[in-house]
């Protein structure tokens, strides 16, 4: 017969699940999947030893992923979105006249913008920093410009993209996690985001005056990315067209699946007609992402691409979606027998007798976030583990599921860049070759994002209720 687990049996999963994770990730490098496997399968001994059977706890993780079902296949679907935008041209143009307006008398703000940009456009802020982050680095050098500040700038305008682009993995995570809408979701983060990046912005400029060096200076790379792309594809404004069905179902609030869908096959349809594309790249853009291979425009020679260019353009397609969901499914793994077995209720109970404001919640998912990130150095995990923790806890308190994803994102996507020892950390630093200790103070936006979170929660402002819960409430009293 089915008990309530104690305090042991409930924080033992969490802590457990913690050391496999910064053990076996942090300081081993293995893959994080069979961490949260291991962590289910002791999870799931603590389950049997209340009184659950095998069964209890399958259909514990059945409603985990059925619930978060909708929103995976959201996530399949951006890989088929970024793969026929990549093949129609609507990608490289916007990075194309993006590229083209950059005034290096402002290289540091520029780097911000522009790589907010980039990342927007393809929802990758990996993509944005391997490709015109390194070309911007190249005109800061040539202008005797502070290169720690640009490097911070850099990724915290990639990170600005990350967080906000509806092509993002973790902008499309964060909203399963805590059960809320993406395009809701996004518009809720603006409350963070603007005034972070306003302040970004105002330090940017600040640094920006102590540059020196000729406004027309050029980065090689930054040419021959240009050139490249001018080779690769027909610019039309028709390419417009898939970005434009995205924004206006968006303000219209039309079901996010069938938008992504059928900008994909507008995509796909100008891939063809206009970029003169064959049915089948198009198809396999939609499974494996856009290859340079596929252009079979005359004279250009896929062989001599540089590889920023190669890096910017083989993306998209639904296999690059895989170590996100696979994440997801292990994670809810052990969320769901954690959840079955009553440890999070407890654990719950436990957090509700310190939390007596919204301000508490709020800084109480901030810390959880900061530890998940400090501790895997992985932005999935920062962002699937506190969410599962806190989503009832947010219900409980009447406050709309959207508060939690968006706090999620300020502390646990944009932060890990900032972690030398994370996967994102390394990459950072290795690719723009800044220290990420050096460059971590001038990525603003990855960490005033979250000081404003505490504030908002506090101060109310920007706090969304739960009108579905208080309409209930209201009903039943």
Request: with cysteine; aromatic share 10%; glycine share 8%.
């Amino acid at each position: 017969m089915k008990r309530k687990p104690n305090l042991f049996e409930a924080f033992s999963p969490i802590v457990v699940m913690l050391l496999l994770l910064a053990i076996g990730f942090g300081v081993f490098d293995l893959n994080p999947e069979p961490l949260l496997i291991l962590s289910s399968v002791y999870a799931g001994f603590i389950a049997l030893r209340i009184g659950l059977s095998w069964s209890d706890m399958m259909d514990g993780i059945q409603e985990k992923v059925s619930q978060a079902m909708p929103a995976i296949l959201i996530l399949i679907s951006i890989g088929i979105l970024i793969g026929t935008w990549m093949i129609s041209g609507t990608i490289p143009m916007l990075i194309y006249y993006g590229l083209e307006l950059i005034n290096p008398s402002y290289i540091v703000l520029i780097s911000f913008v522009v790589s907010a940009i980039i990342s927007i456009v393809t929802g990758t802020s990996w993509g944005s920093v391997g490709t015109v982050g390194v070309a911007l680095m190249g005109i800061a050098t040539g202008l005797d410009a502070n290169l720690a500040a640009t490097a911070g700038a850099i990724v915290a305008g990639a990170y600005f993209g990350d967080k906000l682009s509806p092509l993002s993995d973790t902008t499309n995570l964060a909203p399963i996690a805590a059960g809320s809408e993406l395009y809701e979701h996004i518009k809720h983060m603006l409350w963070t985001t603007i005034p972070a990046s306003v302040i970004a912005i105002i330090v940017y400029l600040i640094a920006g005056l102590n540059t020196t060096g000729a406004s027309e200076t050029e980065s090689e790379s930054m040419t021959a990315m240009l050139s490249t792309l001018n080779e690769m594809f027909n610019w039309n404004l028709l390419l417009l067209i898939p970005p434009i069905i995205i924004l206006y179902g968006a303000l219209r609030k039309y079901p996010t699946l069938p938008v992504i869908i059928f900008s994909s096959i507008v995509a796909a349809l100008l891939g063809m007609f206009i970029q003169g594309f064959t049915l089948q790249d198009v198809f396999a853009s939609t499974v494996t992402g856009f290859d340079v291979s596929m252009v079979s425009k005359e004279g250009f020679d896929s062989s001599v691409v540089p590889p920023e260019v190669l890096d910017l353009i083989h993306q998209g397609g639904m296999q690059s979606m895989t170590s996100v969901i696979l994440i997801a499914f292990s994670a809810f793994a052990f969320a769901g027998i954690m959840t079955k077995s009553g440890a999070l209720d407890v654990i719950i109970e436990q957090l509700l007798k310190y939390v007596k404001r919204t301000g508490d919640l709020i800084l109480s998912t901030v810390l959880s976030c900061l530890t998940m990130a400090l501790v895997t150095g992985n932005s999935y995990l920062s962002i699937i583990v506190p969410g599962e923790m806190f989503k009832d806890t947010y219900k409980m308190k009447n406050l709309a599921a959207k508060n939690l994803s968006r706090t999620l994102e300020d502390s646990g996507t944009v932060v890990v860049p900032l972690i030398p020892w994370s996967s994102a950390g390394v990459f950072m630093a290795g690719t723009l070759g800044v220290p990420t200790l050096s460059y971590a103070p001038w990525a603003v936006l990855c960490y005033v994002g979250f000081i404003f979170a505490i504030i908002l929660g506090y101060t109310g402002i920007g706090i969304a209720k739960d009108i579905k819960e208080e309409n209930e409430n209201s009903t039943k009293a």
